[in-house]
């Protein structure tokens, strides 16, 4: 099964409202990242938050990580047309670590002007 | 600084032949990853590579697939006698250090396969 899995895994929203996608994980993590994929294109590393943390905010997004429950969120505040993209949230196993990313088969979110 | 290059950026192959696929890292960091992502889907780990040395190879089918990462050079990803189930995106990333709370990786913009 998966490491990392999203929901909902299609999201549809008008421009200027919130959007918020959620991940979760089955093993313990050095950290979480959440990455953005326009269509046909590459990654784009939005954010890292460590097990440590319980939230982060860069600009328009936030994430909060729970480890009691595997979980984590992003939310994307005041959503523009340009949000249109794949979103992925990322672990990295805290045992055997080799570094390597477990992604989940992300979220696709659709922002209408 | 540049970011992390792949290259081709698009590669398309007839059954049976061979596909290599590149990958220089940003400057400085000397850990690579290898992905796949098939469409519709998330991306699954191949191997992760630093300088000579292979690490973790625990993602990499058993037969057709390799990868290197010589002292000099980019990292290459090897596929011997593709198939059509082989026609995926095929991402690298680098990171400066492996593992930990700051493993951070960055992605190169893919290459995209196409086995005809």
């Known amino acids: 099964s998966q490491q990392g899995e999203e929901d909902p895994q299609a999201l549809s929203i008008q421009e200027g409202e919130n959007a918020t996608m959620n991940c979760s994980y089955k093993?313990?993590?050095?950290?979480l990242q959440w990455y953005r994929q326009n269509s046909g294109r590459g990654l784009v590393h939005l954010i890292l938050?460590?097990?440590?943390?319980r939230e982060k905010h860069s600009g328009r997004l936030r994430v909060t990580l729970d480890t009691s429950k595997k979980s984590s969120s992003l939310l994307i505040t005041a959503s523009r047309a340009a949000d249109t993209a794949s979103y992925f949230c990322?672990?990295?196993?805290?045992?055997?670590?080799?570094?390597?990313?477990?992604f989940g088969q992300g979220t696709t979110l659709q922002v209408k002007p | 600084n540049a970011g992390v290059m792949q290259n081709p950026r698009h590669l398309v192959r007839r059954r049976g032949q061979e596909a290599r696929l590149r990958c220089s890292p940003m400057?400085?960091?000397?850990?690579v990853y290898w992905y796949r992502q098939l469409p519709e889907e998330g991306l699954k780990f191949m191997v992760y590579?630093?300088?000579?040395?292979?690490?973790?190879e625990s993602g990499m089918p058993k037969e057709r697939f390799s990868a290197e990462f010589p002292k000099e050079g980019p990292s290459i990803l090897r596929i011997q006698q593709v198939v059509r189930g082989d026609s995926a995106a095929y991402f690298c990333?680098?990171?400066?250090?492996?593992?930990?709370?700051?493993?951070?990786?960055?992605f190169g913009p893919g290459t995209r396969l196409t086995v005809l």
């Open positions: 990333a680098s990171s400066p250090a492996a593992g930990g709370a700051y493993n951070e990786q960055f």
């Open positions: 093993t313990s993590i050095n950290n």
């Open positions: 938050i460590r097990s440590n943390e």
């Open positions: 990322a672990t990295d196993s805290l045992r055997g670590n080799t570094g390597k990313l477990i």
């Open positions: 400057k400085g960091h000397s850990h």
């Open positions: 590579l630093q300088k000579e040395n292979i690490i973790d």
